[in-house]
């Protein structure tokens, strides 16, 4: 591991007031080593400089800890589920999954080759109580052994939210929260959403607006809580969510 990785790295998650075991800072450096070596290959991250990964990959995703309090806890129930929609190259997922390791954790996406390397990624390190999921959204959302039976939904997939609701919502047991991560402008985008998060059961409970620590780059966290559940014909047929999402 070199110097900066790691000044860099403990920086930020001292920042977020998160202490990290040398074991899972290791974690850390080994799952960075392996995305950028499996990236010569096949297409994980435009992102591949150690600074850079370490903080708009690492930091960023390490931002989950914004939500309070109350959701620190339920990343630490061995009890609790939570699915990572759209992971891609295993972001938020993998870090959140690294620094929470009791969280009970399903890495899902459309694409098996990234699952693929997600489970050699899960073998290397050693992470215990985390699968993969491969299917479309719409599909996983309307299975009964995936409907309703989380406590978080987190995506940092680049969908506008009255998609990603539509996605992740399903997917929520009542009471549970769905997390999207965004960019640092997204009031208007809050707004266009705000039918689709009630008529699929849920509400929207606070936007955390922070920059990634040392850094001028603003990001947004959105809490969304399921208040009741999904109507049955949501979500709808593969590919209407993200060409007609619900306004």
Same mark, same amino acid.
Request: proline share 4%; glycine share 8%.
């Given at each position: 591991?070199?110097d900066s990785f790691?000044?860099t790295?403990?920086?930020?998650a001292?920042?977020f007031?998160?202490?990290?075991?040398?074991?899972?800072l290791?974690?850390?450096?080994s799952?960075?080593?392996?995305?950028?070596?499996?990236?010569k290959?096949m297409?994980l991250?435009?992102i591949?400089?150690?600074?850079?990964f370490?903080?708009?990959?690492?930091?960023?995703s390490?931002?989950?800890?914004?939500?309070?309090?109350?959701?620190?806890s339920?990343l630490?129930?061995?009890?609790?589920?939570?699915?990572?929609?759209g992971?891609?190259?295993?972001?938020?997922?993998?870090?959140?999954k690294?620094?929470?390791?009791?969280?009970?954790?399903?890495?899902?996406?459309?694409?098996?080759?990234r699952?693929n390397?997600?489970?050699?990624v899960?073998?290397?390190?050693?992470?215990?109580g985390i699968?993969?999921?491969h299917?479309?959204a719409?599909?996983?959302?309307?299975?009964?052994?995936f409907?309703?039976?989380?406590?978080?939904?987190?995506? +940092?997939?680049?969908?506008?939210?009255?998609?990603?609701?539509e996605?992740?919502l399903?997917?929520?047991?009542k009471?549970?929260?769905?997390?999207?991560?965004?960019?640092?402008?997204?009031e208007?985008?809050?707004g266009?959403?705000?039918?689709?998060? +009630?008529?699929?059961?849920?509400?929207f409970?606070?936007?955390?607006?922070?920059?990634?620590?040392d850094?001028d780059?603003? +990001?947004?966290?959105?809490?969304?809580?399921?208040t009741?559940?999904?109507p049955t014909?949501?979500?709808?047929?593969?590919?209407?969510?993200?060409?007609e999402?619900?306004?």
């Amino acid at each position: 591991m070199t110097d900066s990785f790691r000044k860099t790295v403990t920086g930020e998650a001292s920042a977020f007031g998160i202490e990290l075991s040398e074991d899972k800072l290791s974690k850390l450096y080994s799952y960075y080593r392996m995305v950028v070596e499996k990236n010569k290959v096949m297409n994980l991250t435009a992102i591949t400089d150690e600074q850079e990964f370490a903080i708009k990959h690492i930091a960023d995703s390490m931002a989950i800890v914004k939500a309070g309090e109350e959701i620190t806890s339920l990343l630490s129930d061995k009890g609790a589920r939570l699915i990572d929609v759209g992971t891609g190259a295993g972001m938020p997922g993998i870090i959140i999954k690294i620094i929470f390791p009791d969280i009970n954790m399903v890495l899902f996406d459309s694409l098996k080759k990234r699952l693929n390397f997600l489970d050699e990624v899960t073998a290397e390190l050693g992470l215990k109580g985390i699968s993969t999921l491969h299917g479309r959204a719409e599909d996983i959302g309307r299975d009964p052994k995936f409907r309703e039976s989380f406590d978080i939904a987190v995506s +940092r997939a680049v969908a506008n939210l009255s998609t990603l609701s539509e996605y992740c919502l399903p997917l929520l047991k009542k009471g549970g929260v769905f997390l999207p991560y965004k960019s640092g402008d997204v009031e208007e985008e809050l707004g266009d959403s705000e039918k689709a998060v +009630r008529v699929l059961g849920g509400k929207f409970k606070k936007l955390i607006k922070y920059n990634i620590p040392d850094t001028d780059m603003g +990001r947004s966290l959105i809490i969304i809580e399921k208040t009741g559940s999904t109507p049955t014909k949501y979500p709808r047929k593969a590919g209407i969510p993200s060409k007609e999402p619900l306004k």
